[in-house]
């Protein structure tokens, strides 16, 4: 059974970057497919972008794209979510999940995966 656990989250001013990291921490997500979901403040989570598990195919919600990047690092056993750009809406939770389900384009199929515990990402208006 594999364990997630996502860091990186922080306050950072409209326009800043950040990067999140998901690492395991029981086991290994080498060989599973990831992906990256939020929580607004008040709102249901939502996709942001995911990853098959060699990091080859990857898949982006409609706001993510052009400002995040989804990658891994299966030799550290790590995928990462670069966020550029950021906005006062981007505030929420991140949450990470990895499964090993046929990777879907909405990153649906990884809601039935396993989750981290997110990591707050605040961007003060």
């Known amino acids: 059974q594999v364990h997630v656990i996502e860091s990186g989250g922080g306050m950072v001013q409209a326009g800043g970057s950040l990067k999140l990291s998901c690492a395991a921490s029981e086991g290994t997500i080498t060989t599973y497919n990831a992906g990256w979901f939020r929580q607004p403040p008040g709102k249901e989570r939502e996709f942001v972008a995911a990853t098959d598990w060699s990091g080859l195919t990857v898949y982006y919600a409609d706001f993510a794209k052009g400002r995040f990047t989804i990658s891994r690092d299966n030799a550290k056993g790590t995928v990462y979510l670069q966020m550029t750009a950021l906005k006062p809406e981007d505030t929420a939770v991140y949450y990470c999940?990895?499964?090993?389900?046929?990777?879907?384009?909405?990153?649906?199929?990884?809601?039935?995966?396993?989750w981290g515990q997110g990591t707050q990402v605040t961007v003060p208006s």
């Open positions: 999940s990895v499964d090993s389900a046929p990777l879907l384009s909405n990153g649906h199929s990884l809601f039935a995966g396993t």
